[in-house]
């Protein structure tokens, strides 16, 4: 026993490291923001650097060829007395306030039928997604195509057999925004079919069966327990709808690639016109500016839906 003891005392007492005064809890955040670290430097660098670079790039003038050129907010300035950018930034909020809205009711519609149907509901569900699994060049160019006047186009074709007027479609300012409208509406349609039926099913069965016992009829269970408990689904096919209108590009530059963004203009989005402006004109500076108001309106327009309607 003596000698035991006398052999711990010479020992002397047990060296700790500074890792083993931390908690276990403070270890499992260590370990999780070591293992975070590389993902966080790598998304910092190919998101948020390129990010503040587009802002310094829009005070300068930039055409590839020489040094960028401090120029201070001279392409702001430029760009709201450009009668063009206004042109352009009406027809950016005109595919928003039509196409998201319109997008939503008739997926919302399709997916509440749809979820009752049984027989070939997978089946009927794949032909309602498959136009989101088309390439967007593909897609434009067969709708394209449908809009060709006679004897090309199926559209005006189908017009002509019953004797009716054809259609300008993408050769009108009048027409063109909305004929470019229809295709892109109809391409996000089965995304957004496929995202209400996940939220229909996700609501409690034992909801509509105690609303029924409670003698409520079906308009009042829509209206009451559906639409309420669908807000999450709504809020994110809202933010996710607007962000591709507000961006669109694919449909108007395959549809209207003999004069894109035309005819006169009454197409072009933002995003084709910042492409235009880089890489048609080379005024990096310009589109530079270009892209931070996008970027602006895309934050904006997002933060605007998610406050009006977390608040209802």
Do not use: C
């Not at 910092?44 to 990010?51: A, D, E, K």
């Not at 925004?177 to 957004?192: E, H, R, V």
């Amino acid at each position: 026993m003596s000698i035991a003891s006398d052999s711990i005392k010479r020992a002397g007492p047990e060296r700790t490291t500074v890792w083993d005064r931390f908690s276990i809890r403070t270890k499992r955040v260590i370990w999780a923001w070591t293992f975070l670290a590389l993902p966080i430097l790598f998304y910092g660098g190919i998101r948020f650097y390129p990010t503040f670079q587009a802002f310094w790039l829009s005070l300068t003038d930039w055409d590839l060829m020489r040094p960028a050129k401090f120029v201070g907010l001279a392409n702001y300035q430029a760009m709201l007395a450009d009668p063009v950018f206004w042109k352009v930034f009406q027809n950016t909020f005109a595919y928003l306030i039509i196409g998201t809205p319109l997008s939503l009711v008739i997926s919302f519609a399709i997916a509440y039928y749809l979820d009752r149907v049984r027989f070939m509901h997978g089946f009927i569900r794949a032909l309602y997604f498959l136009p989101f699994l088309t390439t967007a060049a593909a897609m434009g160019w067969v709708w394209r195509w449908f809009y060709q006047p006679v004897p090309i186009g199926v559209l005006n074709g189908f017009l002509s057999v019953f004797g009716l007027p054809q259609q300008t479609f993408l050769r009108s300012p009048d027409t063109a925004l909305t004929s470019i409208l229809m295709p892109a509406i109809w391409a996000g349609l089965g995304f957004q079919v496929i995202i209400f039926i996940a939220g229909l099913r996700a609501i409690p069965s034992t909801f509509y069966e105690a609303a029924r016992i409670d003698g409520l009829g079906e308009w009042a269970i829509f209206r009451k327990i559906t639409l309420p408990l669908l807000k999450p689904t709504t809020i994110f096919l809202v933010v996710f709808s607007s962000i591709g209108f507000l961006r669109i590009f694919d449909q108007v530059y395959n549809m209207t690639t003999n004069d894109p963004g035309g005819p006169l203009n009454s197409t072009k989005p933002l995003v084709l016109m910042i492409y235009q402006t880089a890489f048609s004109s080379y005024k990096m500076g310009y589109a530079a500016a270009q892209t931070v108001v996008l970027f602006t309106i895309l934050l904006v327009v997002s933060l605007m839906q998610l406050w009006v309607l977390r608040k209802r």
